[in-house]
Nanobody, 123 residues
């Protein structure tokens, strides 16, 4: 199992940047593919970005391509989401997720989830 804890959320003006971190417990972090998802008030949780075990492959939702970058540091057991050119529509609770077998955009395929961190983008 793996325990995930997100951090780095906050309030930022439109056009600004934030970097989210997700720290994982355990010694087998490199065995997990990881994803970032978000959920805005009144909306379903949606895919943002994913990265495979080695960090060599990534994928993004169309809405964040070119603005967000997912990365991981297996030595630090941490996955990051660098968010640039933020827009008010990026406001949401951001969650990281992990799975030993699945790398992709389907949230139902991830077994482990963090508690989330709030990102608010003001206009």
């Amino acid at each position: 199992q793996v325990h995930l804890v997100e951090s780095g959320g906050g309030l930022v003006q439109a056009g600004g940047s934030l970097r989210l971190s997700c720290a994982a417990s355990g010694r087998t972090f490199s065995r997990y593919a990881l994803g970032w998802f978000r959920q805005a008030p009144g909306k379903e949780r949606e895919f943002v970005a994913t990265i495979n075990r080695s960090g060599g492959s990534t994928d993004y939702a169309d809405s964040v391509k070119g603005r967000f970058t997912i990365s991981r540091d297996n030595a630090k057991n941490t996955v990051y989401l660098q968010m640039n050119s933020l827009k008010p529509e990026d406001t949401a609770v951001y969650y990281c997720a992990a799975d030993t077998y699945y790398y992709g955009s389907k949230l139902g395929n991830y077994d482990y989830w963090g508690q989330g961190t709030q990102v608010t983008v003001s206009s």
